[in-house]
């Protein structure tokens, strides 16, 4: 029986999805019950496992050609995927019970349930896998099911090209992990963790490629996880339903690149030159995204590039070989950060689906759960005590403290910067007058969508303290922080907080606009351009060789040649006796003529 939850977990989300799919399609209701009790199947299965740490799985062998290659379907069952599992289907579970109220209206909400299933499944799969080709399995499943779900409104064209880009920039990550992979297999011979960690030694002195193998690994992260320079598809993700927002920037597709980088910190950790690739990236996509964010008007956006920063800690906090501190910010994360966006999907209904921050104004009035729990998630996401962020965002400027003071100076600033955006944002939505007739006749939104919020929020203000940290994860303890390291990152919140109600109070229109900040970057006009020289050059170079040397030079002279042939053959079969007498007589000369003169 103790082998049977851990697959119960894992099967019953890809059950609903097959069911609804294929029976209950055209039942809105039944699909949005069956998607439920699913997800709340594999959440309990998950609380069971996790309070049975001696709860095993049975392992299958899938492909078996020995000794070269062995793909075993097994589950992996340690403390970190257990803990993983309740989060993921716990806060899946919160979203979809949201969901019922968030897309009651909408038309494809079967559709919809059915690949919310299909996406819970894939990410425990990648939770549970104990292997390489187990994980890159239900890596891809995790990225064709996130395409569905940002293109659920795929006859709106904004929609459909955001999960047009999510699909194409994650795959170009995807690539680098698959080859980081396929060379792992070659050196090691195994796909199996389990097997793989105890055989690193057999790259000896080989530094340069454990690095190149690391780092090929890593680039399946930078893809998932959305990390500088492909950071570009997680903001744009946003025009998807608001409940998929939440479930992928919480605990779900964006974790996926953080949690295989700690489930395989044994390949990381093997080379210096890529703990320090790895804590880079991640610093400057922390405070590239929170510059950013300060000039953002869309309250999704604004919240997605809060995402891509605090992404960045994580991956700091992993190439400093802090796997504990990356996993409790992942957690603590997960909770305050389901909230912030459920808590905006909750004031873009009631406002008729209104994203611009600059025409809401005054909700705390009128959506008041709304505003106290959103007020809960935004406390702890700018890491004021003692609300979770402040504990998690804590031990990874520690860590900063103790291995590398640049990054640790680079991570202070963009803890100031989160605090102004994040005020920015609170004090323009929730404070002042309402600036729209939306915002005017809102109203708070019902039990359904306020009843997570409030949940979550509870997790967002108690889920950071030291026991959740210790015993909760069951990892090892950092070492004991600096003292100064939170009064520093008080003084960055105080400061941040303080600078944007100076800036914002009493505002109907934005006081500061700095172009480079609000284009993002440049970054997308890079890659229009990058694309139009790239992919577009090649294109018509494309066109051109098979126009002008394929058709008319290969193809079409062989053609030619052939057809001009025929036609002096055609010169000679006139079908006259005398004619052909006449040439058969200049022959029988030519050949007298060549044998005796030559």
């Not at 090209?161 to 170009?172: K, L, P, Q, V």
């Not at 409030?454 to 303290?465: E, M, R």
């Amino acid at each position: 029986m103790t082998s049977f939850f851990p697959w119960l977990i894992l099967l019953a989300p890809l059950a609903s999805a097959t069911v609804i799919t294929v029976f209950t399609l055209r039942w809105k209701s039944v699909s949005c019950a069956i998607s439920i009790v699913a997800v709340l199947v594999s959440f309990s299965a998950s609380c069971w496992i996790f309070a049975h740490p001696n709860a095993s799985a049975a392992e299958f062998v899938w492909l078996d050609v020995s000794p070269v290659f062995r793909v075993p379907l097994g589950l992996t069952l340690d403390p970190l995927s257990r803990t993983m599992a309740v989060l993921v289907s716990g806060i899946g579970a919160l979203i979809h019970i949201y969901s019922l109220g968030y897309m009651r209206e909408d038309q494809g909400k079967s559709r919809y349930f059915a690949a919310l299933s299909l996406f819970m499944f894939a990410m425990l799969g990648i939770v549970f896998a104990s292997n390489f080709v187990m994980l890159f399995i239900f890596w891809e499943l995790v990225g064709f099911t996130s395409y569905v779900l940002i293109g659920h409104w795929f006859f709106r064209n904004a929609p459909a090209d955001a999960a047009n880009e999510a699909f194409i920039t994650t795959r170009i990550g995807d690539f680098g992990f698959m080859t980081g992979i396929l060379l792992l297999w070659m050196t090691t011979g195994s796909i199996v963790f389990a097997e793989i960690a105890p055989r690193m030694s057999m790259f000896g002195g080989h530094t340069t490629f454990v690095a190149i193998v690391a780092l090929l690994i890593f680039c399946g992260a930078v893809g998932k996880s959305a990390q500088f320079p492909l950071h570009v598809w997680l903001p744009d993700a946003m025009e998807g339903p608001t409940p998929v927002s939440a479930l992928i920037h919480a605990a779900t597709m964006v974790a996926a690149g953080v949690y295989m980088l700690v489930r395989v910190a044994f390949i990381i950790q093997a080379s210096h030159t890529a703990l320090l690739v790895v804590a880079w990236v991640g610093t400057i996509t922390a405070v590239m995204a929170a510059l950013i964010a300060t000039q953002q008007d869309d309250i999704k956006r604004i919240l997605a590039y809060s995402t891509l920063s605090q992404l960045g800690y994580m991956v700091m906090a992993v190439g400093l070989a802090s796997n504990e501190a990356a996993m409790f910010h992942l957690f603590t994360h997960a909770f305050f950060k389901a909230l912030l966006f459920l808590a905006a999907g909750s004031v873009i209904v009631m406002l008729h689906h209104e994203q611009d921050i600059w025409k809401m104004g005054g909700l705390r009035k009128k959506l008041p759960i709304t505003f106290v729990t959103f007020g809960a998630g935004a406390l702890a996401l700018i890491g004021c005590p003692p609300f979770s962020g402040f504990f998690s965002k804590e031990a990874i400027l520690a860590v900063d403290y103790e291995h590398n003071l640049p990054i640790f100076a680079l991570a202070l600033f963009a803890a100031f910067l989160t605090a102004f955006y994040v005020t920015r944002m609170l004090v323009i939505v929730f404070f002042g007058s309402p600036r729209s007739d939306s915002a005017r006749e809102s109203r708070e939104s019902p039990a359904v969508m306020t009843m997570p919020l409030i949940v979550l929020a509870i997790l967002a203000t108690l889920g950071g303290f030291a026991f959740f940290a210790r015993n909760f994860l069951e990892l090892p303890a950092e070492k004991e922080m600096v003292f100064f390291v939170p009064v520093l990152e008080i003084i960055a919140l105080i400061f941040g907080v303080g600078l944007a109600i100076a800036l914002y109070r009493g505002r109907a229109t934005e006081p500061v606009k700095i172009e480079l900040l609000r284009r993002k970057f440049y970054f997308d006009e890079f890659y229009a351009w990058l694309i139009r020289w790239t992919q577009e050059l090649l294109a018509r170079l494309a066109a051109f060789i098979d126009r002008w040397i394929i058709d008319a030079g290969a193809v079409g002279g062989s053609s030619r040649g052939t057809w001009g042939i025929g036609a002096v053959l055609r010169l000679v079969q006139v079908g006259n006796l005398q004619a052909y007498a006449f040439l058969f007589g200049v022959g029988v000369i030519a050949v007298i003529y060549f044998a005796v003169f030559r």
